[in-house]
């Protein structure tokens, strides 16, 4: 009140509080408490910008409290977030198209839990419009560390573009297993002659969930909708390679080697790997 100009002597009146009280809380130095909330927030925002602004107060503390050592708890994470009106993104449910191919069985019945890496892959593209327009991006996720293995851009939706990820995913991933699955939808693009002769070579399983249904292949479909929310729909993109820039960024760095999952214990994908995978591996 007094600094928008009333008297301090009217106010303290008004509130029933000593004026000498008043000027001892304004010369009174800063408490250790607020001292440490003001650092805390410093680190807060720190976070939440180096998370492209898409960490919430769960995976902002994630971070304080596993990736910097710092041990505070949830509750004041939460408001010293909302102090300094900072949020995460919400997330968004994706349109999925129906195709009426049908091709390989379902040999995973909707159960993503692998004890091992290179036992279940699972894949999928998105598309998103650029002034120049759509671009193309098909994605090869293990399910047990949530790591994007392999991933291909290109201006159209061709069989090529399913095939050039998962041919990264091969080359970063042998030697593979045998038996590794790789699990899609019904989309021609991996119902392809070139797609499919490109995983049985290599040892690889298809796998098909039932037609229209998202939950058959449902970290895929999560995994995209949180690209859509923290990447995509965040901004206009002007040029297809402006996108493509972005999308890399996000999967090779963000995603791969900063995000915190839920899933994995707060741990970035790298990190459950090499805590879950034993040395011989």
């Known amino acids: 009140m007094a600094s928008e100009g009333l008297p301090v002597q009217h106010a303290c009146r008004v509130l029933g509080v000593a004026e000498s009280g008043f000027y001892e809380w304004r010369s009174r130095p800063a408490s250790p408490r607020a001292l440490r909330h003001a650092w805390l ?30 041990l505070v708890g949830h509750g004041a994470v939460e408001l010293l977030m909302r102090r300094a009106g900072l949020a995460g993104l919400p997330g968004r449910k994706r349109r999925r198209h129906v195709h009426e191919t049908a091709f390989s069985s379902d040999l995973v019945d909707r159960n993503f839990t692998r004890p091992a890496p290179n036992q279940l892959w699972v894949t999928d593209i998105t598309e998103h419009p650029t002034r120049e327009g759509k671009v193309y991006c098909a994605v090869v996720l293990d399910v047990h560390s949530r790591r994007v293995v392999g991933w291909s851009i290109d201006s159209s939706q061709t069989a090529a573009l399913a095939t050039n990820a998962l041919s990264m995913a091969i080359g970063n991933r042998s030697p593979l297993p045998a038996g590794t699955v790789i699990h899609s939808d019904h989309g021609v693009q991996f119902t392809s002659w070139a797609f499919t002769r490109r995983a049985k070579e290599s040892g690889l399983v298809p796998s098909m969930g039932s ?43 963000f995603h791969n080697r900063r995000r915190r999952h839920s899933a994995l214990g707060m741990l970035t994908p790298i990190e459950y790997e090499k805590l879950h995978t034993p040395a011989t591996a």
């Open 41 to 70: 927030t410093e680190q807060i925002q720190a976070i939440h910008t180096a998370s492209f602004g898409t960490y919430g107060a769960r995976r902002v503390h994630a971070e304080l409290r596993l990736g910097h050592g710092i």
């Open 211 to 253: 037609i229209g249904d998202c939950y058959d292949n449902a970290v895929i479909e999560s995994f995209w909708g949180r690209v859509q929310t923290e990447l995509l729909n965040r901004r206009r993109w002007r040029t297809r390679i402006e996108l493509a820039n972005a999308l890399f960024e996000y999967l090779e760095i």
